[in-house]
């Protein structure tokens, strides 16, 4: 079955050190996402890429990293410089960007703490 | 600013009918979605709707109003399994999706 994989789902980290959540897709998606989320917020955008070797920076990409070297990953690093990285992870991958009907499909989401 | 407002909780009893609202001021406007997503789990599409009116589907129903920049989620014969967070995005003129915190519905027996 096609779809995405989040891993790992749950992951402790201390503060200081950088870490990597992985997201691999076999869909055949072009554009991938990775979202926040918080309690009481929306879904915050921190990197996009459409293509493979170019992303973009969301709203709140600051203390993140991507790499779009495969069309099928799209790796996030949380680094030491993210002062509150405690928070649901979430990765998508959508047919392409810059249309209306650009519906997303998601992993089931990587859980970060800070201890 | 952009913004997207949404109830933060609701309470249904299984069976019955709701109906979910969601408000939005955005920069343009180039769809909204509907997602349900279990707790801990990945959201997952419902619905989306670009044109006034009401798309049906099953159980699941969504509205919009582009003039009064209201849509609503209605969900018919609750089942104890509709118990989710509901998300209501909006595609603004960017073709970037602006989220709503989110709506928590509970359904009790």
């Known amino acids: 079955d096609g779809g995405i994989t989040q891993s790992p789902k749950y992951l402790f980290r201390k503060e200081g050190q950088n870490v990597t959540l992985s997201c691999e897709q076999n869909?055949?998606?072009?554009?991938m996402y990775w979202y926040r989320q918080d309690p009481g917020q929306g879904l915050r955008l921190i990197y996009y890429?459409?293509?493979?070797?170019?992303?973009q920076k969301g709203d709140i990409a600051e203390g993140y990293s991507v790499s779009r070297e495969k069309k099928e990953s799209f790796p996030l690093t949380v680094t030491s410089a993210q002062k509150n990285p405690t928070a649901f992870y979430l990765c998508?991958?959508?047919?392409?960007?810059?249309?209306?009907?650009?519906?997303?499909?998601f992993g089931a989401g990587s859980r970060l703490t800070v201890l | 600013g952009q913004n997207i407002d949404q109830p933060t909780e609701m309470t249904a009893t299984e069976g019955a009918i709701v109906q979910i609202n969601c408000t939005y001021q955005?920069?343009?406007?180039?769809?909204l979605f509907w997602y349900q997503q279990h707790a801990g789990e990945a959201p997952t599409f419902l619905s989306y709707?670009?044109l006034d009116g009401l798309e049906e589907k099953g159980r699941f129903s969504s509205f919009l109003s582009r003039s009064k920049g209201y849509s609503y989620l209605l969900l018919k014969e609750l089942q104890m399994k509709d118990s989710a967070s509901y998300l209501c995005?909006?595609?603004?003129?960017?073709?970037?999706?602006?989220w709503g915190a989110g709506t928590k519905l509970i359904i009790k027996p």
């Open positions: 955005t920069s343009g406007f180039n769809g």
């Open positions: 998508a991958s959508s047919t392409a960007l810059g249309t209306g009907a650009n519906v997303l499909t």
């Open positions: 869909l055949n998606h072009d554009a």
């Open positions: 709707n670009v």
């Open positions: 995005a909006v595609m603004d003129s960017n073709y970037q999706l602006i």
């Open positions: 890429s459409q293509i493979v070797n170019d992303f």
